[in-house]
Nanobody, 125 residues
Framework: QVQLVESGGGLVQAGDSLRLSCAAS????????MGWFRQGPGKEREIVAA????????YFANSVKGRFTISRDNAKNTVYLQMNSLKPEDTAVYSC??????????????????WGQGTQVTVSS
């Protein structure tokens, strides 16, 4: 089992930045690909960004390319999502997820077995 706890959400204004953190425990963190997903009000869950186990592969949704970055610190068992130039449409509950490192697309939420509870991000206009 892998336990995931997100932090760093909050209420910000359009154009501001936030950094989300996801702390993992329970298994060897470096053996897992990690992803950030979000679900806005009245919307389906969507992937935001993902990173492979040794950071050799990255994925970003088109809507966040150039504004968000993802990184991980395997020594600290933590993955980060740096969000810049936030927009009201970025408002959502952001969750991190983990899957045993594997090939194939990082973007499939069905492939992630472990999920955190989520952290709310609200961007006001």
């Amino acid at each position: 089992q892998v336990q995931l706890v997100e932090s760093g959400g909050g209420l910000v204004q359009a154009g501001d930045s936030l950094r989300l953190s996801c702390a993992a425990s329970g298994r060897t963190f470096s053996n897992y690909d990690m992803g950030w997903f979000r679900q806005g009000p009245g919307k389906e869950r969507e992937i935001v960004a993902a990173i492979s186990w040794y950071s050799t592969r990255l994925y970003f949704a088109n809507s966040v390319k150039g504004r968000f970055t993802i990184s991980r610190d395997n020594a600290k068992n933590t993955v980060y999502l740096q969000m810049n130039s936030l927009k009201p449409e970025d408002t959502a509950v952001y969750s991190c997820a983990a899957r045993v490192a594997q090939g194939g697309t990082l973007a499939s939420d069905d492939s992630y077995a472990y999920w955190g509870q989520g952290t709310q991000v609200t961007v006001s206009s």
